[in-house]
C-alpha cells in the first residue's frame, strides 16, 4: 500500500486535533477557576470533541468505503 499526501494529511490533522484537545483539557484543568466553572468547561470541551470525532468517523468510514467500492469497481473490470 503506497502512504500517499493524503494520509500524510490526515495523520497530520489527526495530531494536531489531538494535541489541542490535550492543551485545552491542561488548560482547564490548571485554569484559577472555581470546581463548578471547571468541571461545566470539561464538560463543554469533552461534549465538542465527541462531537468533532464523531464527524471525522464519518468523514474515515466515507472514504474508506469510496475506496473499498473504486477497488470493486477496477477488480470487476480487470476480470470482465
Not at 490526515?10 to 486535533?17: D, H, I, W
Not at 492543551?23 to 470539561?42: E, F, M, N, Q, Y
Not at 470533541?49 to 472514504?63: G, H, I, Q
Amino acid at each position: 500500500m503506497e502512504y500517499d499526501d493524503d494520509a500524510r494529511l490526515f495523520n497530520f490533522l489527526s495530531g494536531l486535533v489531538c494535541g489541542a484537545a490535550i492543551g485545552a483539557g491542561v488548560a482547564l484543568v490548571l485554569a484559577p477557576d472555581s470546581g463548578k466553572k471547571t468541571r461545566r468547561k470539561i464538560h463543554r470541551a469533552a461534549e465538542d470533541l465527541k462531537d468533532n470525532a464523531s464527524d471525522r468517523w464519518e468523514e474515515v468510514a466515507d472514504e474508506v468505503r469510496d475506496r473499498v467500492e473504486d477497488a470493486l469497481s477496477q477488480a470487476k473490470k480487470r476480470i470482465s
